[in-house]
Structures are given as C-alpha cells and as structure tokens.
C-alpha cells in the first residue's frame, strides 16, 4: 500500500474508531454529573434502544445511564464478570467481555445487543485469521498503529477534540491510561474489519464466513440471553 494511500485510509479509519465511543447528538455541557450516580446492577436492559427524536436532556440522561452501566461492568473483577462463557476460534471470552461488546450494540440501537455482540466477535475472529492467512497482519497492524497515533495527536493539538475526550473519560470513570487503552483495542478491531474488506475486494477474494472458525458460547445464562436479547 503506498504512502497516500495509507494516510487516507489512516485519517479515514481513525474517524470511524472515534464513533466507537462518541454517541452522535450528544453535547458534553449537557452531560449530568456521571461520577456521583448510583451504579446499577449489570442490566443493560436499562438502557432504552432508542436512539433518535430524543431532547437534550434525554440524549444527557440515555448517556448516564450508558456510563452507569460500562462502569458497572468494567470495573467488575468478581469471580462471575471473569467466568469463561464461551470460546471464539481458541480464545477464552469472560462474561465482562461479552457485557461491554453488548452495551456497545444497545447504545446503537441494536434491539439483540447479545446476539449482535456475539455474531460481531465471531466475524472478527474470521477477519483476523484471513488476515494472517493473507500475511497481512504485519502492515494492518502498522496502519492501525499510526491511526492511533494520530489519534493522540489531534487530542494534543485540539482543543474541542480534547475536551470531547475528557468528556468520555468522565463518563467512563477511566483514567487516562485507560482510555487510551480502550480507544486502542477498539481501534485495532475497526481498522482490521475496513482493511479486511478493502483486501478482499482489491483481491476479488470470497466473503469472510464466520462459520468457519470455531465458536461455542456454552454458558446458559448467556446462551439465553443472546437467544432472545
């Protein structure tokens, strides 16, 4: 891939990983005070699917209750947040995984946030072993690497950007090696998907099928519940 190229994809893909944590609509000075709610118990269910014709202020509450509920989960380290409830393509995946992927879905919308985390972690699992098998993985991870990079860079340089991404830590309750780290993992996940997709039409390849990897989500609680939510 040639430098132009590279960068365009860059920019393009750092702006996309970005969406992963910043709901559309939302204006930090109307955010409530996310530090001092009470934190409920792990129910995303709490957070109403529905994503647009909503005021102000209940844009401001939807995204409190999004942040009760990540912290809630991501600060979990109990024995029941770390169990093993499935295994996609070799890898262990903890109930805190499959929690966050799911809040994730629900604070887009998704009326299965479950299954749709579900289905989407498989999928990647597919991209990534495509990827290596393409011995690819070396130059996605670069292009990964230097969004992220840019990423920071514009957190440095940009005021408005900065204060955004202050906005989300607060809501979060990460510190900033946290988030940073976060906004990492979920960038990688974005740009390997979009390159993956880029390759396979420059290449005229087949369709990723996630059904040619090995997944298994054998614990019953969650079984259920990517069955019916």
């Known amino acids: 891939m040639g430098k132009a190229k590279a960068c365009s994809v860059s920019f393009l893909l750092t702006a996309l990983c970005i969406a992963v944590l910043i709901s559309c609509g939302e204006d930090p000075a109307e955010k409530k005070d996310a530090g001092t709610a009470p934190q409920p118990k792990w129910d995303i269910t709490q957070l109403d699917p529905q994503t647009e014709g909503l005021s102000d202020e209940e844009q401001a509450d ?16 109990s024995e029941a947040a770390e169990r093993v409830i499935g295994v996609i393509d070799g890898k262990d995946i903890t109930a805190k995984e499959l929690e966050l992927r799911a809040l994730k879905m629900r604070e887009g919308g998704e009326a299965c946030p479950y299954k749709a985390a579900w289905e989407a972690m498989c999928q990647e699992a597919a991209e990534l072993r495509y990827i290596k098998a393409q011995n690819r993985y070396d130059d996605f991870s670069d292009i990964s690497r230097q969004a992220f990079l840019d990423m920071k860079d514009a957190y440095a340089e940009d005021e408005a950007f900065r204060r955004y991404c202050d906005e989300q830590k607060s809501l979060f309750g990460l510190s900033d090696q946290e988030y940073w780290s976060f906004m990492e993992e979920a960038n990688q996940r974005i740009q390997f998907h979009l390159l993956a997709e880029q390759n396979i039409k ?10 040619s990897i090995k997944c298994s989500l054998d614990d019953q609680e969650y079984k259920a519940k990517a069955a019916d939510n």
């Open 62 to 77: 939807r995204m409190e209750m999004f942040g009760q509920l990540f912290r809630s989960i991501y600060f979990d380290d």
């Open 202 to 211: 420059e290449h005229n390849d087949p369709e990723i099928n996630p059904e």
